[in-house]
């Protein structure tokens, strides 16, 4: 779950970090009065759940309370990435000397949990890491051992020089770990993390991604859901019990079991494919459940081809089948559909789709290369077996 900077922000500074106060408002009136109480220039920052808002033009510098009313106007109702801004964040502005970058991660290629550094911050950290990897410092910790003071100095000495400043930099970091720890966080970072002309360092970006599965021991957490913020498919999902992870592809996946749906995925990708998504549509389906999926994955502009793989045990086949038409009566994708379907009920679900028009695979290999062909997608012949 991915929550806003303004509740980040709570959440790192009730762990000790240095992080400037300041309030959400929704309207430009109450950012003029938050900007009055200040008493000082402001910045206005858009609270939705992306990245590069300063570049979008969602983060604005006011310099009176007039100003900082013209740039919540121009903020509020901006779309920045498909987001739609309802809220904005307004909080003292701080004058800049450096700007770094320090985040934590579970990283899943070295088996633990990671700490990132980077005197290149204030940027897109991932371009960072694919344009000059060398300039990112990292560190992996034992979750079990934790993180010392000598390791959060080093780190903190690869992007400062200053000791007083290197000094509350691994301060910071140890908290930043402490919080990222305390949350069940699968990412927690602060970019930039900044060094005031009167060299104080300070935290002045927040971004936390909590682990879902981690989320049943923080209800506190879990209310600050922000359906506004969140990307609309994926609140779609949730609400249907569907496992959806959008992806970059254009198969779109819509397999029953998440092992499957990996395994789909894979063959995906060996036949040269790209999938669109991860969709679990779990073990009963009702037919409700497989119509929500549909209009899911066709709601992404980059599918050109469905994929049903379908192995029916507690699913039955004729459920799925019986969803598949109940979509196709509801609206008509205008992408090809293969289905692959094998299993419980197999007969009846085929009798179905006949009965639509669609020939049911049983290969799920057959399936993957005929979604693949189906998308336009030319395949290296090397990977036909
Ligand atoms: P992001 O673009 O979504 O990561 O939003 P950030 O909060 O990181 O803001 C983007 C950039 O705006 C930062 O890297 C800073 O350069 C600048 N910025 C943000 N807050 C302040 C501030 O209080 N003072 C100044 N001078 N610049 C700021
Ligand atoms: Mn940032």
């Not at 019986?322 to 009566?329: C, D, F, S, T, V």
Request: glycine share 8%; proline share 4%.
């Amino acid at each position: 779950m991915k929550i806003n900077e303004y509740q980040a922000r709570d959440i790192f500074r009730s762990h000790g970090m240095p992080v400037p106060a300041g309030k959400v408002c929704t309207t430009a009136d109450e950012v003029k009065a938050v900007a009055m109480e200040i008493g000082k220039p402001v910045v206005v920052k858009a609270q939705v759940h992306v990245g590069g808002r300063g570049k979008a033009g969602g983060v604005k510098i006011a310099r009176t309370p007039e100003d900082a009313w013209e740039k919540g106007k121009e903020i509020l109702g901006m779309d920045i990435k498909g987001l739609t801004v309802k809220k904005v964040l307004v909080a003292e502005a701080v004058e800049i000397e450096s700007e770094a970058y320090i985040g934590v991660i579970v990283d899943r290629a070295a088996k633990g949990v990671t700490l990132m550094v980077s005197a290149a911050g204030g940027v897109d950290i991932e371009e960072v890491a694919r344009e000059t990897p060398e300039k990112i410092v990292k560190l992996t910790v034992d979750p079990l051992v934790g993180i010392n003071m000598f390791q959060a100095r080093q780190l903190a000495f690869a992007i400062y020089k200053d000791k007083k400043i290197a000094g509350q930099a691994a301060k910071v970091l140890l908290k930043l770990y402490e919080a990222f720890w305390a949350n069940d966080c699968s990412l927690a970072e602060v970019n930039p993390l900044v060094v005031t002309p009167d060299q104080k360092v300070l935290a002045i970006d927040a971004k936390i991604n909590i682990d879902d599965s981690g989320l049943y021991r923080h209800p506190e957490l879990e209310e600050l859901r922000d359906l506004d913020a969140e990307v609309s498919d994926e609140i779609e999902a949730r609400k249907f019990g569907l496992s959806f992870v959008k992806l970059d592809g254009n198969v779109g996946c819509c397999v029953n079991g998440a092992g499957l749906a990996m395994a789909t995925m894979d063959l995906v990708k060996k036949y040269g494919g790209d999938p669109a998504n991860f969709l679990d549509i779990g073990g009963s389906s009702n037919p409700q459940k497989v119509v929500a999926a549909m209009r899911i994955i066709t709601a992404d502009p980059n599918v050109r081809a469905i994929l049903f793989n379908i192995f029916g045990g507690i699913t039955r086949c004729d459920d799925v089948a019986n969803g598949i038409k109940a979509a196709l009566a509801e609206f008509k994708p205008a992408v090809p559909i293969t289905v692959r379907l094998t299993g419980t009920n197999e007969k009846e679900g085929r009798a179905i789709l006949e009965s639509i028009g669609i020939t049911a695979k049983t290969s799920m290999v057959e399936a993957v290369r005929a979604a693949i062909d189906s998308a336009g997608v030319t395949v290296p012949s090397e990977t036909l077996v």
